[in-house]
């Protein structure tokens, strides 16, 4: 069935082609004519012996280029062409007859062999043509190369990927498209392979750069594969350019880093009141130390030039406690890149929680931090953590709200293969049932005001730090959240 169609398929090639038929016989009655003139001119020489032999060559010729049209061809016409020129010597008997009947079995052998061959060539050229055109219009680059890294096919993607056309590269060291340390690397990477049989570093998937024929670099993901060919060992690599997907991470995360900052000036916006309120006790209270100092220093001997001191010091200790929470709310709503460094835990959560607790104690919440001090260093973006953490105690306080037990638990212990957890507990109303399944999910909210962004934007940043958060019901009412963060040891060098 399957050689059937390729026939046909093959046919229809060939009486695409009727200029290339047409000439093939041309050269087929040219050589006919050849053979007959030699032997003519020297038939005073051989006379009747081996008449045959001059139009082989042609037979076989006609057949194994032509196949069947052309070895017919010369074939039905060599016999009667043999039987003119021996006509003069030889009475026409048997022998004559049987002799042109062998050949003309002879040549149709051949023709049909020729004819084998020929379809075989055309099957294995459209198979290539159709190889060639798949590789050629795949995403991916392909470039094959021997066991030596010699190039020795370049797909057209290549091509335009690489700048460098297929006939600058083939034959050359597939370094060329390469830059350092890669170039210098790669022959011992497959002397490295064809030795040990390891896979690392051909093979696997894996990011690295590309150079173009211009010189410039670009991020390329590799996958190699290993063919053989008879005893020929050749891998096979297929390279994509990553230039634009990383560009649409880089807008991705440029976006996600907007969203976080947007969502951070709304906790802000919300809490604005309340920071109001607490600015105001500290500053009133300066206002006063520096009211009474006043009437102290109108009526001034030594004695009393003290208590102005002590007072004086007071307004000053009250002013710096209201530009510390000023600044921290400066820091916290600022753009600020992102950037991670090794942070103190207990430092982090300490400065979170003043933020997220203006106004927790009117509201007669009672906070208690339990901080473990063997689990203290992280490498961390901390306004990005601090951010959590302020969610996180927000969250807590507002499912307290109605509740007559207000208890917030802030505590921090390790937890598994070198992470820290950090644990918010609330006495609160916990987590409704519809909420459960979607809390992290962006957009979903049980409050009439909320954006409910808070804890997926949290997830966003805790993932992106290694960690993990997950929110559950505490035991004895009100809810758990907690996540971990990778901690450093002391001894650990750190890579910012
Ligand atoms: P928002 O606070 O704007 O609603 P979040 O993403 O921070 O957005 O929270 C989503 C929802 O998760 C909240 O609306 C609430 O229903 C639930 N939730 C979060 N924290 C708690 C908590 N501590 N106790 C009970 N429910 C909570």
Redesign the pocket.
Known sequence: MRSKGAAAWNWSLDTARPGRHIALHAVVLGGLVVAFVSRLALMPLLEDQAPYLFFVPVVLLAAGVGGFGPGILATGLSVPLVFLLIGKFVAFGWPEIINGAVFALIGLGATWIGERLRLARQQATTREAHLRAIIDTVPEATVVIDERGIIQSYSATAERMFGYTAAETVGRNVKLLMPSPYREEHDGYIKRYLESGKRDPIGAGRAIAGQRKDGSTFPIELAVGELWSGSHRFFAGFIRDLTERQETEARLQALQSELVHVSRLSAMGEMASAIAHELNQPLSAVTNYLKGSQRLLSGSDSQQMAVVRDGLDRAAGQALRAGQIIRRLRDFVGRGESEKRIESMTKLIEEAAALALVGAKEKGVRVSFDLDPHVELVVADKVQVQQVLV??MR??I??MEECNKRELTICTKPADEGMIAVQVD?T?????ED?ALK?FQPF????PH???????ISRTIVEAHGGQIE?MPRPGG??T?RFTLPVVREDEPFDA
């Open positions: 969610n996180l969250n807590a507002e499912a609330d609160g109303a916990g987590i409704s909420m809390l979903s909210t049980t409050k909320g954006m409910g962004v808070g804890l997926s929110g009100g809810s959240f």
